[in-house]
């Protein structure tokens, strides 16, 4: 059989040609078509998976932020929140808490031996006096009268001075002693725990503040903050800072406790003129950055501590 397109002439061969050409792309535009439709149905399912999944994970986030938010003690800036303008925890009596392992009314006595500023520790606290004002040379001075008078302005003589030395040092360790010995003699029978809590978000505020001064103190000296946050400067976790913040505000608020009924029992009294001089020591000029409580409970154990070291008896054979 002959070939028909051995008859063709040469345009009709180029029409047939174009008509097949037209049918192939006609065909290849419509798979692409098809393909498009499909791939932009995917798209769009893509998209709507992702802003569904990205809406998703963002409420999750947010709710894992809350859950994590929630389980943090919140920050107390009021430092005097739960507490009475006399610096005592509202609505706890001390007496449901706390028993003495002592009678305040009676003198405490002191083994010397615990307290003592040896004449070594001395000397060694002159040596550090002189090191610190030795010349550019590095040259020590002598530690004389008119070292004494010139350069530490004191109107004593050099073996005055020394024995102000020991007599202070030995006064600071008395009060310390006398600290401890509160802190190791009484038996909690409960814990105030909701003020425990409260007590808790002020240790926190406090620590906010001094992460703030140490990082301005850094930069104005290196340029670059010296902690991240509060878990960085404590060196924990945030788990462990809550576990470890709320321990201490519980002990914290147990020798509060245990202060104020030292405070009642010792019927201790004080003057405008002594809390006037306590403000002014500690740097308060507004009471109320801190607010009443917090200042007059601080100040009252002061008291208590001073009373008790007051009048203590020293054995000097012991």
Known sequence: MENNNSQMTKGQERRLAKKKEAAKAKRAARTSSILGVTIAILLIAAIVFGIVYGIYNNLKTKKAEAERLARLIPVVEDYSKGLNDD???????????????????????????????????????????????????????????????????????????KAKIKSDNEQANKE???????????????????????????????????????????????????????????????????????????????????????????????????YKDYLADNGVSNIYDFGEGYIMMNFKEELVRKALTEKAVVDKNS
């Not at 615990?114 to 001395?122: A, D, G, L, P, R």
């Not at 800072?241 to 321990?247: F, H, S």
């Open 87 to 161: 610096g005592t925890i509202a609505g706890l009596d001390p007496d449901d808490y706390i028993t003495l392992g002592f009678n305040p009314a009676d003198a405490i006595t002191i083994p010397y031996s615990e307290i003592e500023y040896t004449e070594e520790q001395v000397e060694d606290a002159i040596n550090t006096l002189l090191m610190n004002n030795s010349d550019e040379n590095g040259q020590l001075p002598e530690f004389n009268d008119a070292f004494v008078k010139d350069v530490l302005k004191e109107d004593m003589t050099a073996e005055e001075y």
């Open 176 to 274: 310390e002693w006398i600290v401890d010995y509160v802190a190791n003699n009484y038996d909690a029978q409960d814990k105030p725990e909701e003020y425990a809590y409260t007590y808790a978000g002020v240790l926190k505020a406090i620590d906010e503040k001094q992460l703030e001064y140490s990082n301005q103190l850094y930069v104005a000296y290196t340029g670059s903050i010296i902690y991240d946050d509060v878990y960085d400067m404590r060196e924990m976790t945030e788990d462990e800072y809550e576990e470890y913040v709320l321990n201490e505000a519980t002990k914290g608020a147990i020798m509060m406790l245990v202060y104020q009924k030292l405070y009642s029992e010792m019927g201790v009294t004080y003057t405008q003129e002594e």
